[in-house]
């Protein structure tokens, strides 16, 4: 089990850190934040996709066909761990090191579509409070990695529960009697 959670973990941990960081490129050029979420949420979901084929793989390789909810569950949730991580991990060395104005970058970018969108000066007041409040707690280094572990960890926790759900298998009573 160690070992192909660690193999899908790594793989999907490489498949989420290379796309933020190519969004990261895109978004400081660009400020197109949407349009890095979107590629970001959808490169989640692809990378945790291995938790399906890690898994299954563990069922049908390891376990002879049979696993619990439980076991499917504890193996999603450690490549889920280890993807995740490298994510933050990545995002911290990101931030601190070639994208430190990202607050204010992003901030820009949530008023300036807060506007085009209509807001009222109440709205914008609120929204810009919201967001000051965003660059205050980002300061600390332990809310950037709540943050960014929030994330992600979210839309693994999702996949792993349907992957555990989808693949659990019992054991046949026949076969317990063959196994005997």
Known sequence: MKKIVLVFGLIAGLIVTGMMVYGTLQMKNNEHFQDSM?????TMVVAFSLIFVGVKNFRDKHNNGVISFGKAFRIGLYITLIASTMYVGAWLIEYYFFFPDFTEKYTA??????KKSGATQVELNAKMAEMAQMQEMYKNP?????FTYLEIFPVGLIITLICAFLLKKKRKPEDQFLAS
């Open 109 to 114: 970018c949530v008023i300036k579509d807060a």
């Open 142 to 146: 332990l809310f950037v990695v709540l």
């Open 38 to 42: 979107v590629l970001g949420y959808t």
